[in-house]
């Protein structure tokens, strides 16, 4: 990793200061490919302020001196939605065994020095601090052939996969953005990846 990068975590009420900048960290990374999510500051600001409800919630911050350049969160998986919650309930995995990642987002120009590898192993490390026994997340599902994927795409599947995580095709749930083809917002399939700590 870079030496001029600062790993740093917050949570519960410390993340407050940081949202303006998170939140266009968020729209800005979720822009590319595989989300080409087309939001709103406004909704990014309330969206973020979710995690400053419970204390047991985690940012991970990625610092070039005062600029947060990226950032991955986390929270108790009984804190989110029914959305995220269903399918583990689904498949009789105890919701407050779970601690959930939520966005993991880094400017381009930042990627391949090690900094992906520290946003999950901080996250790990805070979710068994609080006695979680499973960390899980979920990615969008694309088609192959869309047209917006850029050529020699790598999908993170052999990163997680090396991480220890384990792609769950019976674990699926849809959350709602609008594209930047589309005029409104649309369901998207996400998939669940899950990995437990003994």
Same mark, same amino acid.
Request: charged share 25%.
């Given at each position: 990793?870079?030496?001029?990068?600062?790993?740093?975590?917050?949570?519960?009420?410390?993340?407050?200061?940081?949202?303006?900048?998170?939140?266009?960290?968020?729209?800005?990374?979720?822009?590319?490919?595989?989300?080409? @999510? !087309?939001?709103?500051?406004? @909704?990014?600001?309330? @969206?973020?302020?979710?995690?400053?409800?419970?204390?047991?919630?985690?940012?991970?911050?990625?610092?070039?001196?005062?600029?947060?350049?990226?950032? *991955?969160?986390? /929270?108790?998986?009984?804190? =989110?939605?029914? =959305?995220?919650?269903?399918?583990?309930?689904?498949? *009789?995995?105890?919701? !407050?065994?779970?601690? @959930?990642?939520?966005?993991?987002? %880094?400017?381009?120009?930042?990627?391949?020095?090690?900094?992906?590898?520290?946003?999950?192993?901080?996250?790990?490390?805070?979710?068994?601090?609080?006695?979680?026994?499973?960390?899980? #997340?979920?990615?969008?599902?694309?088609?192959? !052939?869309?047209?917006?994927?850029?050529?020699?795409?790598?999908?993170?599947?052999?990163?997680? =996969?090396? /991480?220890?995580? =384990?792609?769950?095709?019976? /674990?699926?749930?849809? #959350?709602?953005?609008?594209?930047? !083809?589309?005029?409104?917002?649309?369901?998207?399939? /996400?998939?669940?990846? %899950?990995?437990?700590?003994?």
């Amino acid at each position: 990793m870079s030496r001029n990068i600062d790993i740093k975590t917050v949570s519960g009420s410390e993340i407050e200061r940081y949202i303006p900048s998170l939140a266009w960290l968020r729209r800005t990374v979720f822009h590319e490919f595989p989300y080409l @999510y !087309d939001g709103s500051d406004e @909704y990014e600001q309330a @969206y973020l302020r979710t995690y400053t409800k419970s204390e047991k919630s985690i940012f991970v911050l990625a610092l070039d001196g005062q600029k947060v350049v990226g950032a *991955a969160s986390g /929270m108790p998986l009984s804190k =989110e939605t029914n =959305e995220v919650k269903k399918p583990f309930t689904e498949n *009789a995995i105890p919701v !407050d065994d779970v601690f @959930y990642f939520g966005e993991s987002v %880094l400017l381009s120009e930042y990627r391949g020095l090690g900094i992906g590898k520290s946003f999950i192993l901080e996250r790990e490390k805070h979710a068994l601090s609080h006695g979680f026994s499973i960390t899980a #997340f979920c990615g969008v599902v694309r088609p192959d !052939d869309h047209p917006r994927k850029p050529e020699g795409y790598r999908p993170l599947n052999t990163f997680w =996969e090396k /991480m220890g995580y =384990e792609k769950q095709p019976q /674990m699926t749930t849809h #959350f709602e953005w609008q594209d930047l !083809d589309e005029s409104r917002p649309s369901p998207k399939e /996400m998939m669940f990846w %899950l990995k437990h700590h003994t």
